[in-house]
């Protein structure tokens, strides 16, 4: 992530419910309420896949989609 798109590091314990692992929230995110949270997880995946997509091909699999 921090070669990635270093800026976004912070926002990184967002990540954990999506990976599985538990990770204690930073100082930006342990302030998120239910809504910011969600958001900004949403816009830390767009973020992540695009800057991963540039540096070259990329196969994404969702699984339970529908839950989305």
């Known amino acids: 992530m921090a ?3 270093p800026s976004l590091v912070s926002r990184a314990p967002l990540l954990g419910p999506v990976l599985g692992v538990a990770m204690a929230d ?3 995110t342990t302030a998120f309420d239910g ?3 969600k958001a900004s997880l949403e ?3 767009r973020r992540l ?3 991963r ?3 070259g091909s990329l196969a994404v699999v969702v699984e339970d989609a529908h839950w989305l």
Do not use: K, N, Q
């Open 3 to 5: 070669r990635l798109e």
């Open 26 to 28: 930073s100082d930006l």
């Open 35 to 37: 809504e910011l949270r």
């Open 43 to 45: 816009d830390l995946l």
């Open 49 to 51: 896949l695009v800057a």
């Open 53 to 55: 997509a540039a540096t």
